[in-house]
């Protein structure tokens, strides 16, 4: 079987990476905790901020070794998403674990080296993996950060420092969560104020639901993640394999009609009734590929003034 491969023979990637970042108190921790069956390590202390009624399991990391113990060592069989809580504290966490393992990767003050932070960058990827391998989505949460863009003020998650780029690469959603007044809205395209990245396809901005009064009594349901953005992206993915499934299955008809070829006159035929078959796809353009290795391996020529193989 060949190694390359068409996009209906991709392998279906179906848990998200996402980050989500914006003001603090604005509500990220409990928009986080809206992914299905979320289980939240609380890295920086502030899973008390968060209204009991969101929060299902928590795990209070006090090192990175603790974080690696419980994703290698607990049943997390009941759960679907992995919060972490914030990143920036996550990475924190594995900076002191990589100088730790290896003290030349850090500076006398606790900085990684350049070196270092090739380390973290590879640590985060493992992470990225781990939780992937245990069959999670996996929710980053971090604080935003101001830089400013010559006139420009823009916001930026603070995740990784200079870093930042390279660990985004890893992520499939990258949003940005604003109020206005009582109204929030997370924007995942990126623009000219706020990072993004919007590889699930959702809409540029969409206005997340309140769910808590402004006297923290609980008028909704938290479920936005888990209703708004994994659920569509997995029915979105579930089309895309059943599109590939019907995708092969023509290009098997077309094959099997175009072994029956055997001078110019069948091969004419064949591109009669090329229209015929139910195309998905590229399905007419790989039709036009296999039929012009097969007449080439015959001898037969097509004549571009008669419009027909002769």
Do not use: W
């Amino acid at each position: 079987m060949s190694l390359i491969k068409k996009p209906c023979e991709l392998e279906i990637q179906p848990k998200i990476k996402m980050l989500i970042y914006g003001q603090a108190g604005i509500g990220k921790s409990t928009l986080a905790l809206s992914a299905p069956k979320p289980l939240l390590f609380d890295f920086d202390g502030g899973v008390n901020r968060v209204n009991y009624s969101f929060i299902k399991d928590t795990v209070q990391i006090h090192s990175y070794e603790e974080c690696l113990s419980v994703l290698n060592t607990e049943d997390l069989s009941s759960y679907d998403t992995i919060v972490i809580d914030t990143g920036g504290k996550c990475l924190d966490y594995m900076d002191a674990y990589i100088i730790k393992s290896n003290p030349r990767l850090g500076k006398s003050n606790g900085v990684l080296t350049l070196q270092g932070y090739g380390e973290r960058k590879r640590t985060f990827i493992a992470l990225c993996k781990l939780i992937n391998e245990k069959q999670k989505h996996v929710v980053f949460v971090a604080h935003r950060q101001q830089i400013q863009d010559g006139d420009d003020i823009r916001y930026i998650p603070l995740f990784g420092g200079s870093a930042y780029d390279s660990l985004a690469t890893e992520l499939d959603l990258i949003g940005y969560m604003e109020a206005n007044g009582r109204k929030r809205t997370i924007t995942f395209d990126p623009t000219s104020r706020s990072d993004g990245k919007n590889t699930c396809y959702m809409p540029s901005v969409v206005e997340v639901p309140t769910v808590l009064d402004d006297k923290g009594n609980v008028i909704g349901e938290n479920d936005f993640i888990t209703k708004s953005v994994i659920t569509p992206y997995i029915e979105n993915l579930k089309l895309r394999v059943e599109e590939g499934k019907k995708y092969n299955k023509v290009v098997e008809e077309i094959k099997e009609q175009i072994e029956l070829i055997t001078d110019a006159k069948s091969a004419n035929d064949f591109v009669s009734r090329i229209d015929e078959f139910k195309h998905v796809g590229s399905s007419k353009a790989m039709a036009a590929k296999l039929l012009q290795t097969k007449t080439a391996s015959l001898k037969i020529t097509f004549d571009s003034k008669l419009k027909k193989y002769v």
